[in-house]
Each structure stands twice: as C-alpha cells, then as structure tokens.
C-alpha cells in the first residue's frame, strides 16, 4: 500500500529501545507536550538516515546490512535537551557516550559504503532519541521543564539495530520497519 511502485524507498538505519524503555520515554513526552493528539511515537536512536534510494539500492542496503557482525553491548539513556532548527525544535533524550555504539554506527556505515555504494554523511554523530517535534521556537515551559525534569536514566541492552521505511505524512513521518538485525550472540 505504500510502498512505491518503482520500489524506492526513504531508509533509515536506528536502534529501537525495549519495550520497559519505550514506555518511560512515552511518559516524559507526555509530561512536555501533554495530552493532546500527537503523531505515532516510535523512539528510535538513528545511527545513519539514508534518505530515499531506487529499489535496487534498497535491495543492496537490505542485504549488506545483513554482513554487520557486532556483540551487543549495554546503553544508557541519560539527560534531556533541544534542538533548535530553522522549521522549529526536536526535543531529545540523550544517551550516555559508548564506544560499542559509536563502533556500531561505523560498521553501519562501512557495510552501506562497500556493500550499496552509499558514502557516510558528513558532520559528527549526536547520538539522541527524538521525542517531539514542534513547528515553532521553542516553548517556554520546555526550557523550564528541561532544567527540572529527571528524563529517563536508565540503562537498557542492544541487541539489534532496524531498517526502516519512512513514509513523510501531513501528520508528521510514519515509520515502517523493513527488517530487523539481531547482534551476534543475542536471539532477537
Ligand atoms: O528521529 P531522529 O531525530 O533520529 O531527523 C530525522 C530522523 O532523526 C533524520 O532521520 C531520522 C529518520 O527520519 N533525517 C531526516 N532527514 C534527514 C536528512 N536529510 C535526516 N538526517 C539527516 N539528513
């Protein structure tokens, strides 16, 4: 239904926290931006936005992804801020620094170039889960509530990391997931 006819494709490669993970971070979001009617929530921690490739690369990404041979390893999320953006501001939890995550990004990213061609994006890695999106300046109260806020200190495993499908909507980004890559040594 949505995938396209050509067969191509907006990818994403990201690391999707457990379930115990998911709820708390859905609970500090709720605590920023309300109850009020918000688009699907899926955390995620991108390690690499591909952008939109022809069926054929996708296919390429798909399988090359599949040569990522990596341990898992722990995370901690740690810490709550934002970016300000031309459109407007992201709201983030952040992660405590890991080597194994950042060694993880550059096996991603080595697999993508020598497996589909796709050379590594330019800049730093900030490596962050998004909670919200608004199209405005920042609000007031979440500079405050950033301050005061706990956010969610909590370690959690990795055990996999996920190719998605981004689906750009009216509401906001709809995200499908095109497979899923266990680490070596877990049983996801
Ligand atoms: O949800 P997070 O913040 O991890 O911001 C986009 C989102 O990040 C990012 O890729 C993730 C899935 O859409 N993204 C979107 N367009 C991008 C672009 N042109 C991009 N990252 C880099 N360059």
């Known amino acids: 239904m949505d ?18 993970i998911r709820i708390r971070l859905e609970a500090v979001r709720r605590d920023f931006i309300g109850g009020r009617t918000a688009p699907p929530f899926n955390p995620h921690l991108t390690l690499r936005f591909i952008g939109e490739v ?5 296919a390429a990404v798909r399988k090359t992804l599949c040569a990522v041979r990596a341990a898992p390893f722990e995370l901690r999320a740690h810490g709550l801020g934002f970016f300000e953006k031309r459109w407007g501001a992201v709201l983030w939890a952040g992660l405590e620094p ?3 995550l950042a060694e993880l990004k550059r096996l991603v990213d080595a697999a993508l170039w020598s497996g589909a061609g796709l050379a590594a994006e330019r800049g730093g890695f900030a490596p962050h889960i998004t909670l919200a999106r608004v199209k405005t300046p920042v609000p007031l109260h979440w500079r405050t509530l950033v301050q005061n806020h706990p956010g969610v200190a909590a370690g959690f495993p990795v055990t996999g990391f996920t190719l998605f499908r981004s689906l750009l909507a009216r509401e906001g980004a709809r995200h499908f997931v095109e497979e899923r890559y266990p680490l070596a040594g877990s049983s996801t």
């Open 54 to 58: 022809p069926g054929e690369k996708a």
């Open 98 to 100: 890991s080597a194994a």
């Open 3 to 20: 995938v396209k006819v050509d067969g191509s494709a907006r990818l994403f490669v990201a690391v999707e926290p457990p379930e115990e």
